[in-house]
């Protein structure tokens, strides 16, 4: 039996959620999310609890149990509190800014970058080098946050890019004098 599969899912008040066939809704203070589940899970609706087992011990039925049930309780918490991703800007002259659902970076091209915004998703500037990514929706905050980070990824040698907050860029010792 998967550990993480096995375990309960709070339903916190406010929180209403619903099932239709394989179709999970989730309506809380935040939003609405919705995703379809795979037929080999069946998910158990209490009062204040959602379980989610699974129908056979088939290999994809073991394989998605602990996947649905965290994907299921991704939703509860993205509803309730929402999720954020921090990114920081390195760099002379970069720069970010937000134009309504359009964020324009400087990273050192010889053009601007402007990004639209996945609806659902909002970003927060601070001191022009703090982005700040927010949503309902894990893997769309996370999806977004990686795009950022992809239009100037952070090199080796003097740490220019855009970076996550919490990672670490291994550095390099660069050229050495000739003797």
């Known amino acids: ?32 999310l919705s995703r379809s589940m795979l037929d080999t899970i069946a998910l ?4 204040k609890f959602l379980t989610v087992t699974r129908v056979n011990e088939s290999i994809n039925a073991r394989a998605a149990h602990g996947l649905s049930r965290t994907l299921i309780s991704n939703m509860v918490i993205g509803v309730t509190k929402g999720f954020e991703r921090a990114l920081e800007i390195n760099g002379v002259g970069y720069r970010a800014e937000v134009k309504e659902n ?42 977004t946050a990686a795009k950022i980070r992809e239009f100037r990824s952070p090199e080796p040698y003097k740490g220019k890019g855009v970076k996550y907050a919490d990672e670490t860029i291994l550095r390099k010792a660069g050229k050495t004098g000739k003797k």
């Open 102 to 143: 359009v964020l324009n970076l400087s990273l050192g091209y010889s053009h601007p970058i402007n990004f639209e915004l996945p609806k659902g998703i909002s970003v927060e500037v601070d001191k022009m080098t703090k982005l700040l990514v927010k949503g309902i929706d894990k893997e769309l905050v996370g999806q």
């Open 44 to 47: 158990d609706l209490g009062d």
């Open 1 to 32: 039996m998967s550990r993480i599969g096995k375990q309960p899912i709070e339903i916190p008040a406010g929180v209403k959620v619903s099932i239709d066939n394989l179709n999970v809704t989730v309506t809380g203070p935040k939003g609405t």
